[in-house]
């Protein structure tokens, strides 16, 4: 049974940027032919896909954020991460890594992110 | 950019059907997937290729998918299938959701 599991800090300052990094167990990053990606929800609102990444490196990012999002692979870690660069109010969401083929099938607890100053 | 439209919320009485649209430009001819939602969870995958239930998934789930639409069918409605459902469908290479259903069991 795949698990992923997001961390990383839980607060962050306007201007700066957001770093996450999902682990991933039950499974090998390398040896899937899925993609990991990242998605999030703003508290009370719906799903906004970011982006993902296949075990090679190559990636696909939501156009509307695709200025301020890198997704990176680590797989001697079985660990992928998220890079949102000069974040605002407007980036507090709670943040999800996912398991994805052609659907998102696991999903992590998520990972509460608040920019506040 | 692809937009998919839900209504926002949907109630039914238990033992009832429930169903939930999705709408989109020539969603027909894409494949849609559903999730469920309940407060404080993570999305679970309840539908997937626009017809079929993942290993877990109790067979009153049903999905369709024509035309404009796409439909999430859930039979004899339990309390415990209240919860937000987000439907999502891909444009290109980037995966589009759209606004989320509230379903109420009265």
């Known amino acids: 049974q795949v698990q992923l599991q997001e961390s990383g800090p839980g607060l962050v300052k306007p201007s700066q940027t957001l770093s996450l990094t999902c682990t991933v167990s039950g499974g090998s990053i390398s040896s899937s032919t899925d993609y990991w990606t990242w998605i999030r929800q703003p508290a009370g609102k719906g799903l906004e896909y970011l982006g993902r990444?296949?075990?090679?490196?190559?990636?696909n990012y939501n156009p509307s954020l695709k200025s301020r999002v890198t997704i990176s692979v680590d797989t001697s870690k079985n660990q992928f991460s998220l890079r949102l660069s000069s974040v605002t109010a407007a980036d507090t969401a709670v943040y999800y890594c996912a398991r994805m083929s052609d659907r998102f099938d696991y999903w992590g607890q998520g990972a509460l992110v608040t920019v506040s100053s | 950019s692809y937009d998919l439209i839900q209504p926002p919320s949907v109630s039914v009485s238990p033992g009832q059907t429930a169903t939930i649209t999705c709408s989109g430009n020539k969603l027909g001819d894409k494949f849609a997937c559903w999730y469920q939602q309940k407060p404080g969870q993570s999305p679970v995958l309840v539908m997937y290729q626009d017809t079929k239930r993942p290993s877990g998934i109790p067979e009153r789930f049903s999905g369709s998918n024509s035309g404009n639409t796409a439909t999430l069918t859930i039979s004899g409605t339990q309390a415990m299938d209240e919860a937000d459902y987000y439907c999502q469908t891909w444009d290109r290479t980037t995966a589009v959701f759209g606004g989320g259903t509230k379903l109420t069991v009265l």
């Open positions: 990444i296949y075990s090679s490196g190559s990636t």
